[in-house]
C-alpha cells in the first residue's frame, strides 16, 4: 500500500514516518506514554521537501533532531534516508503541541521531557 501509481512511495507515507520516527524515539526514552499518558502531541504544523524516490521494499532510516523547544510546543525536523544513502530522500518537519488527554488544552513540557529534547538540540 505505500506504493502510489508511479511507482514510488506516495507522499502521505511520509509524514506517517515523520511522527513514527519522533514518537518511537520519545517513548524508547520514557517520556512518552501514547496509550496512558496524560499528555500527548498534537500536530499543528508540518511541511516536506522531497529530494530522491523511496520505493517499497527499499529500507528506510529516518535522523531526528529538535529545532526549537517551546513552553508546551516543539519544532522537530526529520531527514529520511535510503538505507545505507547519506543524501536525505526527503527532510520536513512538524510541530507538536503537548496537551492534557482529556482536555486537550496545551500543558507545559516536563523537566524529564525537555532534557530528552535539548539531547537533540
Request: hydrophobic share 40%; glycine share 8%.
Amino acid at each position: 500500500m505505500d506504493n502510489d501509481v508511479y511507482g514510488h512511495i506516495n507522499n502521505v507515507v511520509y509524514y506517517s514516518w515523520f511522527d513514527t520516527a519522533v514518537n518511537s524515539y520519545l517513548i524508547q526514552q520514557g517520556v512518552l506514554d501514547i496509550e496512558h499518558g496524560d499528555t500527548i502531541g498534537l500536530v499543528i504544523e508540518t511541511q516536506c521537501n522531497y529530494f530522491a524516490s523511496l520505493a517499497f521494499p527499499q529500507r528506510v532510516e529516518a535522523g531526528i533532531r529538535v529545532a526549537h523547544i517551546g513552553n508546551s510546543s516543539v519544532r522537530y525536523e526529520v531527514g529520511l534516508f535510503a538505507q545505507g544513502e547519506h543524501r536525505s530522500a526527503a527532510k520536513g518537519h512538524f510541530v507538536h503541541v503537548y496537551v492534557d488527554r482529556q482536555s486537550r488544552r496545551p500543558v507545559p513540557l516536563s523537566e524529564p521531557f525537555r532534557r530528552i529534547l535539548e539531547s537533540l538540540l
